[in-house]
């Protein structure tokens, strides 16, 4: 990746650390390590939903959905790239891979804005959240470890 390219990347992920437009799914996917089990379960290839919820200690039998919903949020605003599989029974499956993006969330020695976001979407600084956001938050809780 060019230094360009990157500068780029960086400034994306910074105006999502700062951004009210999806802070939930994106607060949420951080607290879930979404973004550092894909780099591990993926290594960099398309990774299915199933995959990463498989990593975490859930009962709840609609997490892969719910991990999916997140995932293809998360897509739509570039921090995942979305590839369609057609099955042979005609449904389709939706696979994921990080982007360069998504790379300044995961957790590292170099340091992540996942820690900035975190500290300007606290829970405690969306005391006023728009409503549905602790909603969200109970739907996934059988998600979290």
Same mark, same amino acid.
Request: charged share 25%; proline share 5%; glycine share 6%.
């Given at each position: 990746?060019?230094?360009?390219?990157?500068?780029?990347?960086?400034?994306?992920?910074?105006?999502?650390?700062?951004?009210?437009?999806?802070?939930?799914?994106?607060?949420?996917?951080?607290? /879930?390590? $979404?973004?550092?089990?894909?780099? *591990?379960? %993926?290594?960099?290839?398309?990774?299915?939903?199933?995959?990463? &919820? @498989?990593?975490?200690?859930?009962?709840?039998?609609?997490?892969?959905?719910?991990?999916?919903?997140?995932?293809?949020?998360?897509?739509?605003?570039?921090? /995942?790239? $979305?590839?369609?599989?057609?099955? *042979?029974? %005609?449904?389709?499956?939706?696979?994921?891979?990080?982007?360069? &993006? @998504?790379?300044?969330?995961?957790?590292?020695?170099?340091?992540?804005?996942?820690?900035?976001?975190?500290?300007?979407?606290?829970?405690?600084?969306?005391?006023?959240?728009?409503?549905?956001?602790?909603?969200?938050?109970?739907?996934?809780?059988?998600?979290?470890?």
């Amino acid at each position: 990746m060019s230094l360009k390219e990157e500068d780029e990347s960086c400034v994306q992920a910074m105006l999502f650390s700062k951004t009210n437009v999806f802070p939930m799914v994106l607060d949420r996917a951080i607290e /879930l390590n $979404l973004f550092d089990i894909m780099a *591990e379960v %993926g290594d960099g290839a398309d990774v299915f939903p199933f995959k990463i &919820t @498989s990593c975490f200690p859930t009962r709840n039998p609609k997490a892969t959905s719910l991990v999916d919903r997140m995932l293809r949020l998360l897509s739509s605003h570039s921090l /995942l790239s $979305l590839t369609l599989r057609t099955l *042979e029974d %005609g449904g389709v499956e939706r696979l994921y891979v990080l982007t360069p &993006t @998504s790379r300044f969330f995961l957790k590292s020695d170099d340091g992540s804005l996942a820690s900035m976001f975190a500290m300007t979407h606290h829970r405690a600084t969306m005391e006023d959240s728009p409503p549905g956001y602790h909603g969200i938050l109970a739907k996934l809780e059988g998600c979290c470890s």
